[in-house]
């Protein structure tokens, strides 16, 4: 068994519920999904790993070696 396999975390599922926004930005938030080939989801939780990446938090997830390079860490 590798380190990375001996180090994995659960995988457990995140609900968001309740958030409401413009139409414009929902439009927005759907089309740079799309752009970037992702789900909205993914693209949201993509750009929380990302801030708080860039506040100093250390946590494993979805994400592979480099995903956070150009990011202030």
């Known amino acids: 068994m590798s380190t990375m396999e001996k180090t994995r975390e ?7 519920n309740g958030g409401m926004v ?31 990446h860039d506040g100093g938090e250390r946590f494993s997830g979805v994400f592979h070696p480099g995903d956070m390079t150009g990011s202030a860490r």
């Not at 659960?10 to 968001?16: E, S, T």
């Open 10 to 16: 659960a995988i457990v599922p995140v609900a968001l």
């Open 22 to 52: 413009t139409s414009g930005f929902r439009t927005a938030l759907f089309e740079a999904a799309a752009r970037r080939g992702t789900s909205v989801n993914e693209f949201v939780l993509r750009a929380a790993a990302e801030k708080l």
